[in-house]
């Protein structure tokens, strides 16, 4: 049985989401501290895992003061308002670039139409919009007290999207970076021991310079863990930086080689997860493991954003 709830240590919960119905892809971080605090909700339908875990950890819905999103993805913010429902006393933390959007999420819906089509009522619906009062707004470098003892740090992240933050967590000297510094593909990798990080580059602020500038900051904070948007914390940080290091131009070759020879996002992915299997092959991991599923879901994504990125910057 796949585990739902993971006891991350330093007043630390994560509970899966279930994001696309799969195990490890999706968590909501719960930071008990005085003010108990959420990060990430991931898309509407992952708030019934969220209740459930926090009935597990017995915490009241009521007793939750802060509900952060890194950003306003659906995958990371989408069920922020219909948790609401439940977290009746909490407010939602933003970047500013992205309040107006949970506000109004109508602009949201139409651009997650465009990447997901015909999955997206499967996998988002609905999306509720959050009262202005309901929302708090979080500039680069502002910070956020969880008790007398503990102040969140938020970090403007841009790379990934605009309306992306990190938040700096001293007790755990950790940080939350949603998308920002890419994907961990540690749990589902968990019976081979090996580590994985891929970037994000999704559609459609995918931006290489802001996403290295951005992991260069994280970097320069020091930090012993990074606790990812995808998925579960990593204590491994020198290869997270290393890994996205690597792996982030290749991302951006790949479709400056499709561009020059007339191939489409489609023949990105392809070639991006031949990439990575190649790199995985020295490792014994048999082709049918299930990290391919996630990794082939990803990369379709990523190949857009990176066409997105390209057709941009022709203009
Ligand atoms: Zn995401």
Redesign the pocket.
Known sequence: MTKKIFDLGNRIHLIDGFDLGLPYRTGTYVIQDEKITIVETGPSLSVPHILNGLQELNIDPKDISYIIVTHI?L??SGGAGLLLNDCTNAKVVVHPKGARHLIDPSRLILGAKAVYGDDFEKFFDPILPISEEKIIIKEDLETLALSETCELTFYDTPGHSDHHFSIYDPVSNGIFTG?TIGVNYNQVLEDTGIQLYLP?TSPNQFKPDAMLASLERIHALNVDCVYF??FNVSRDVEEVYKQIKTWLPLFVEVGKKAEETGKDHHWIAEQLVLAVREDLRGSDIPDTHPVFEFIKLDTSVCAMGIVDYLNKKKR
């Open positions: 993805h995958d990371h998308d994000s948007g995808h």
